[in-house]
């Protein structure tokens, strides 16, 4: 299997995520990673009491980085919606299918190589979540993809809670809920799915 090149990485504005949800407009996997590389920066500002994040320059580079191309695989083999992926693990028997897959494409960081601490990994998953959830609070057409959102708020709300237990040092439900307020996101969802009972999400 090839591994991932700067012409795939060139081309993640062609691809389109959201495939199974309707959305006002679509959204690209380089809109998404620069949102996600974005929100990130801004959560690492807000989940220490001094601002201060980094040991070093290069480790600040490493997460830049890491946050802006934690998706390039997909531009190998596509966006695929999250139930799809259900359906592949349960098929193959395999929970960790895309993660296996995603480290034969991209093994290491572009540009910065080797692999982020277990901290760092945590601020581009909730950044991850925070994205797609600012996603659909603005582009959100109909029931399920108001759903999708809904449950999307639920994940990131058990995220962070998971996230606060493996590193209690950091401020993570403060930091996340001053993030969203800043991204205009002000009023949480009335009701949120549980998205670990809702396979379509």
Same mark, same amino acid.
């Given at each position: 299997?090839?591994?991932?090149?700067?012409?795939?990485?060139?081309?993640?504005?062609?691809?389109?995520?959201?495939?199974?949800?309707?959305?006002?407009?679509?959204?690209?996997?380089?809109?998404?990673?620069?949102?996600?590389?974005?929100?990130?920066?801004?959560?690492?500002?807000?989940?220490? &009491?001094?601002?201060?994040?980094?040991?070093?320059?290069?480790?600040?580079?490493?997460?830049?980085?890491?946050?802006?191309?934690?998706?390039?695989?997909?531009? &190998?083999?596509?966006?695929?919606?999250?139930?799809?992926?259900?359906?592949?693990?349960?098929?193959?028997?395999?929970?960790?299918?895309?993660?296996?897959?995603?480290?034969?494409?991209?093994?290491?960081?572009?540009?910065?190589?080797?692999?982020?601490?277990?901290?760092?990994?945590?601020?581009?998953?909730?950044?991850?979540?925070?994205?797609?959830?600012?996603?659909?609070?603005?582009?959100?057409?109909?029931?399920?993809?108001?759903?999708?959102?809904?449950?999307?708020?639920?994940?990131?709300?058990?995220?962070?809670?998971?996230?606060?237990?493996?590193?209690?040092?950091?401020?993570?439900?403060?930091?996340?809920?001053?993030?969203?307020?800043?991204?205009?996101?002000?009023?949480?969802?009335? &009701?949120?799915?549980?998205?670990?009972?809702?396979?379509?999400?």
């Amino acid at each position: 299997m090839r591994e991932l090149t700067f012409f795939d990485m060139a081309r993640s504005s062609d691809v389109k995520r959201w495939h199974i949800i309707n959305t006002v407009r679509p959204q690209t996997v380089a809109e998404h990673s620069f949102m996600v590389a974005l929100i990130a920066l801004e959560l690492t500002k807000k989940l220490t &009491v001094t601002g201060s994040f980094f040991d070093s320059p290069r480790e600040q580079f490493q997460f830049l980085c890491a946050a802006l191309f934690h998706d390039m695989p997909e531009t &190998v083999y596509g966006d695929l919606p999250t139930p799809g992926k259900a359906v592949m693990r349960e098929f193959t028997e395999n929970p960790y299918m895309f993660d296996e897959l995603d480290m034969r494409i991209m093994p290491n960081v572009p540009y910065a190589e080797g692999l982020l601490s277990p901290s760092l990994g945590w601020i581009i998953r909730v950044a991850d979540l925070m994205e797609a959830y600012h996603f659909l609070c603005n582009n959100a057409a109909g029931p399920y993809a108001k759903q999708v959102r809904d449950a999307l708020y639920g994940r990131l709300i058990k995220f962070t809670a998971e996230a606060s237990s493996a590193m209690p040092n950091l401020k993570w439900p403060s930091a996340v809920i001053e993030t969203l307020k800043d991204l205009g996101l002000t009023k949480p969802p009335a &009701v949120y799915g549980d998205a670990e009972k809702d396979e379509r999400i």
